[in-house]
């Protein structure tokens, strides 16, 4: 069965093929900005990327080229060398290592190439040369270049953004865009190229246009035009990418190659916690390792994030992690007990339900239907083979969760009460009874978590 995903352009279930001759499935997805830890939302999409990269590896063996880009030079990696008074080169480096070490954690298979937007800046000077040349950018007085929407017809089929949004000063053209200049023609054109501004320091490179550096979306279409090619098969990320970034991405590749950028687009949906956005105001926006200092498992983490279909919002919250970590034991249990010779496959259909639309929950009813059933008779290799395309990787004993004393919890309770009774100086006194206790206690909007103190 190919893999039938829906297709954000022309919002549509189409199969995946490769389109080149040379039979390689063609394969991009937008990586992160290396100026902090990577939260849980942000690896709900690169974890569904990894699975359909697994899917892909075993629908076309050895033929699959998968690029994933890494953002180190932009406003925000340039803010934060500023404000820590370090090199970008040294920040971006320990946050390009964190990353790594947290997709590992997650069993979510290294990009054949890797690009970096400092590592591509001739490529990406060569881009905006050639815009401009046809004429699709315009340079402006402080050394900026732009691209120039009006000059692409196709812009806004990807997102289906109306042409009376792009007017100069809407939500959509201004909102997203207001940090690059006021020099633009028009509100909804986009800095190919930025002029050099005192808050960016060393950080500049020589261009025909003066010193400068690169606009954030220009840099996924020259690294993907150089290690995938003019037209790839497959771009995929997360739906806040989908406007402005992809639909950029699309106008400045197309204009500049003249031909199809991307034949199919694939959008994960975002990822709430405790039924709301990530916001650190709401105490909500969580790291891999503030989970796993919770005592929670990397394995427990991936499961609970496949646990809803990639194209819907999944409302995460830390009840999930043990029942993922359960799940995750019946399992290791299966694995065990399976013998060789067994030749059924009651698996399949799991296989079947992913490559469907990527549907993770379908195929996890149909996996641990077949669990109920028992192991007799079961190929080993069938249920290795749906393990390997969910990325659950059963060797390593997951992590039990730490359970919380009920000394803690009843602690907690009270400050809660002195809190919600404006109590200030006995709700100080609790936290500190808790804190003494070697836990945490950290206070949302609506409730609270406890966590072991980091020591």
Same mark, same amino acid.
């Given at each position: 069965m190919p893999i039938r995903l829906f297709d954000s352009l022309s919002r549509d279930y189409r199969e995946l093929h490769p389109a080149q001759p040379d039979g390689v499935f063609r394969f991009y997805n937008c990586g992160p900005t290396v100026y902090a830890p990577a939260h849980i939302g942000n690896f709900r999409t690169f974890v569904v990327n990894d699975l359909l990269r697994r899917l892909l590896e075993l629908e076309f063996p050895d033929k699959v080229k998968h690029v994933r880009n890494l953002t180190d030079v932009d406003d925000k990696t340039i803010r934060r060398a500023r404000e820590e008074s370090r090199p970008l080169a040294e920040v971006t480096k320990q946050w390009t290592d964190k990353f790594h070490a947290d997709c590992a954690a997650l069993n979510c298979l290294s990009p054949h190439v890797e690009? %970096?937007? %400092?590592?591509?800046?001739? !490529?990406?000077?060569?881009?905006i040369a050639a815009l401009e040349r046809r004429g699709h950018a315009y340079r402006t007085d402080d050394g900026s270049v732009y691209f120039k929407v009006s000059s692409f017809d196709g812009y806004g089929a990807l997102s289906r953004v109306k042409e009376r949004e792009l007017r100069v000063g809407s939500a959509l053209a201004g909102k997203p865009q207001t940090h690059d200049a006021d020099e633009k023609e028009d509100g909804s054109d986009f800095a190919l190229w930025k002029g050099h501004k005192p808050d960016d320091g060393d950080t500049f490179w020589p261009s025909p246009w003066g010193q400068g550096r690169p606009g954030w979306h220009i840099e996924c279409s020259a690294m993907s035009k150089k290690?995938?090619?003019d037209t790839i098969d497959l771009h995929t990320g997360g739906v806040d990418l989908l406007f402005p970034h992809h639909e950029n991405e699309i106008a400045q590749s197309q204009c500049c190659n003249g031909t199809l950028f991307a034949h199919h687009w694939y959008h994960s949906e975002h990822l709430l916690v405790d039924g709301k956005k990530m916001s650190k105001s709401l105490g909500n926006l969580y790291t891999l390792d503030q989970l796993k200092e919770m005592g929670h498992s990397p394995a427990a983490l991936r499961y609970a994030l496949l646990a809803g279909h990639p194209r819907k919002q999944l409302n995460f919250t830390l009840e999930a992690l043990p029942a993922a970590e359960k799940a995750l034991a019946q399992l290791r249990a299966f694995r065990a007990a399976l013998t060789p010779g067994g030749n059924s496959d009651p698996f399949a259909p799991a296989l079947a339900a992913l490559q469907d639309d990527l549907n993770t929950p379908h195929a996890l009813g149909i996996v641990f239907t077949a669990l109920h059933a028992g192991p007799t008779g079961v190929a080993p290799a069938a249920f290795d083979r749906v393990l390997f395309a969910l990325g659950l990787d059963l060797t390593e004993p997951a992590k039990p969760a730490t359970a919380t004393p009920? !000394?803690? %919890?009843?602690l907690a309770e009270q400050r809660w009460a002195a #809190?919600? /009774? #404006?109590?200030?100086? !006995? /709700?100080d006194r609790l936290r500190g009874a808790i804190a003494a206790l070697g836990w945490s206690m950290l206070d949302r909007k609506d409730g609270y978590a406890l966590e072991p103190a980091k020591k």
């Open positions: 690009p %970096t937007a %400092t590592g591509h800046i001739p !490529e990406q000077i060569d881009m290690h995938l090619g009920p !000394e803690v %919890t009843d #809190k919600a /009774a #404006k109590n200030w100086a !006995e /709700a």
